[in-house]
């Protein structure tokens, strides 16, 4: 039995939303965009969203509004994907890592002792869907004697006052801290909608605003629409009425806007979103019933007392288990055509960061996760044959390889 990773789950109504749109005489952002930009800020409870071809490009915009470069600084977890750190690397500014915790994610305890006048931004992680402690973070962030560090170096910086929180939620659309959904726990939250994510538009990402007053979340997404459109003033469907040929540039802008070809399978895929996590959770519910009688597996955290995660990974981990042990016990699944996976290659241990003088030890907690960490087949159509098979073949590979 084959066994894949985590395919999009595509079918007909898919295939005859993208269909509309393909037929529609216009397939680029236009009015499904707009849609689903609507959809989703409802979703999250938020005024404005922005979607964009990537969670990296809204990442990376942001930093830009915000004016991140040359001299700055910015705190992300050591255990990410490399596009939280690549986006800082863009702008010039440097990459500055937090340990984790044993729920895989930065650790707030240790964020105040890696504050300095430096740093603009703070870009938490919600490992595999489950929210970041973001009461803590704020709460830092807008102490006094943290707003007393930061340094402000153009008017937005000085409008807010204080580090920004942008949350890279790449795992955690539809996730709940403290009853409320992601998008509004933090200033700025960033979504992915990779192939691979819980819902996806093939790439694709958005930005959810949520700045405080006296900001107009509405005003900086009219100019963000400009910003990542090569800093136009009027999109292509603005030009294509009638007349409305002329524009003018306010300036050099980037390139990164939704399709509505993305936004088409995005609109499906919203409209059974909680469906989507509810089937996800059945399946990890079954994971943790058969995992938890043995003393080898440590579950992952997919409900704290003001946490729920939307379940988008299950990153099980191996007591004690070495780096070795762990890519046998991989291997074996591969043996067998289950497709299991790796979250995260810690950054520092990456080649590139390594060469700028990063070093895994100094992250100790996120180098014994990396060690024991396998992430588990988790999608809509798991069957549960399939999972039977996939928690089956798992136990027999820890058990032989751990008695070695
Ligand atoms: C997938 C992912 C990203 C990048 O998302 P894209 O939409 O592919 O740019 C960023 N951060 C994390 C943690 C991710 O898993």
Redesign the pocket.
């Known amino acids: 039995m084959k066994v894949p990773f985590a395919p999009p789950r595509m079918d007909q109504k898919v295939i005859d939303e993208v269909s509309d749109t393909l037929l529609s005489g216009w397939i680029t952002t236009g009015p499904k965009t707009k849609r689903l930009e609507k959809e989703l800020a409802q979703y999250c409870n938020v005024e404005n969203v922005l979607a964009l071809n990537?969670?990296?490009?809204g990442l990376e915009i942001i930093l830009r509004w915000f004016g991140v470069k040359e001299g700055d600084e910015v705190i992300l977890p050591a255990y990410?994907?490399t596009?939280?750190a690549n986006v800082v690397i863009h702008c010039g500014a440097k990459p500055v890592f937090a340990d984790i915790g044993d729920d895989f994610n930065m650790n707030a305890a240790n964020l105040k002792s890696l504050i300095t006048p430096r740093t603009k931004v703070i870009m938490p992680?919600d490992f595999g869907g489950l929210p970041c402690d973001y009461d803590a973070i704020n709460n830092i962030v807008k102490s006094e004697s943290v707003k007393s560090l930061f340094v402000p170096q153009n008017d937005i910086q000085q409008k807010l006052g204080r580090i920004l929180v942008l949350s890279?939620a790449?795992?955690s659309f539809g996730a709940v801290y403290n009853n409320r959904k992601t998008g509004i726990l933090t200033d700025i939250t960033v979504f992915?909608?990779?192939a691979v994510?819980n819902l996806t538009t093939a790439?694709?990402?958005a930005v959810a605003l949520n700045l405080p007053a006296p900001f107009s979340n509405q005003q900086v997404y009219d100019y963000l629409c400009i910003y990542t459109l090569h800093g136009q003033n009027k999109d292509a469907l603005a030009k294509m009425q009638k007349g409305n040929w002329r524009y003018d540039v306010i300036e050099a802008g980037y390139k990164c806007n939704m399709t509505d070809i993305m936004a088409s399978i995005g609109l499906v895929e919203l409209s059974r979103y909680d469906e989507t996590i509810a089937k996800r959770k059945t399946l990890t519910q079954k994971y943790h019933d058969e995992f938890k009688k043995f003393d080898w597996a440590i579950l992952p955290p997919s409900e704290t007392s003001t946490a729920e995660t939307c379940y988008h990974l299950y990153a099980l981990r191996i007591k004690n288990c070495t780096e070795v042990q762990r890519d046998a016990i991989m291997q074996k699944m591969f043996d067998k055509d289950i497709a299991v996976n790796m979250h995260f290659i810690p950054v520092p241990m990456l080649s590139f960061y390594k060469n700028l003088g990063y070093h895994i030890m100094d992250y100790p907690v996120a180098y014994q996760t990396y060690c024991s960490e396998i992430s588990l087949p988790l999608f809509y159509n798991l069957t549960d044959e399939q999972q039977q098979f996939v928690i089956a073949t798992l136990i027999e590979s820890v058990t032989e390889v751990l008695k070695k």
Request: charged share 15%; glycine share 10%.
């Open positions: 990537s969670a990296t490009a990410t994907y596009a939280t992680v890279d790449a795992h992915s909608f990779h994510k790439e694709g990402g």
